[in-house]
C-alpha cells in the first residue's frame, strides 16, 4: 500500500508540489499546476496517501515520500530518492559513486 502512495508524492515532490491532508480533502502546494493525471491518480489513490502523510513527518522517515530510514533522517532531509529529484530540479549533475575494487 505503501508503494503507490510514495510513488505518487514523489511525482508530486518532482513537480516541485507539496501535498498536505486538510479533513476533507487535499490540498496541493503550490496549487493549480499539477498535471492532470497526476491530480487524477491523487484522486485514485487517496486513502494511500492519506494514510501515509499521516505519519509524516517523523524522524525516521523522508519528508517527502515517507520512506523509512533505519537512522534518524532530521526534519529537513530527504531519503535518496528525493534528493536525487531535489537535485535533478536544479540542475546539479550527480555523479555516481565510484567503487575502488580490492586489487
Ligand atoms: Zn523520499
Redesign the pocket.
Known amino acids: 500500500m505503501d508503494t503507490i502512495a ?1 510513488d505518487l ?2 511525482d508530486f ?1 518532482r513537480h516541485g508540489i507539496r501535498v498536505e491532508v486538510l479533513p476533507d480533502r487535499f490540498r496541493l502546494n503550490p496549487s493549480g499546476i499539477a498535471p492532470e493525471p497526476l491530480r487524477l491518480a491523487l484522486r485514485d489513490y487517496g486513502d494511500e496517501v492519506a494514510a501515509l502523510l499521516a505519519l509524516l513527518p517523523s524522524p525516521n522517515r ?6 523509512p530510514s533505519r537512522s534518524p533522517v532530521g526534519p529537513d532531509n ?6 536525487l529529484i531535489v537535485a535533478d530540479r536544479r540542475g546539479w549533475t550527480v555523479l555516481p559513486v565510484q567503487h575502488e575494487r580490492a586489487a
Open positions: 510514495r508524492l514523489r515532490h523522508c519528508k517527502v515520500c515517507g520512506e530527504h531519503c535518496v530518492a528525493c534528493a
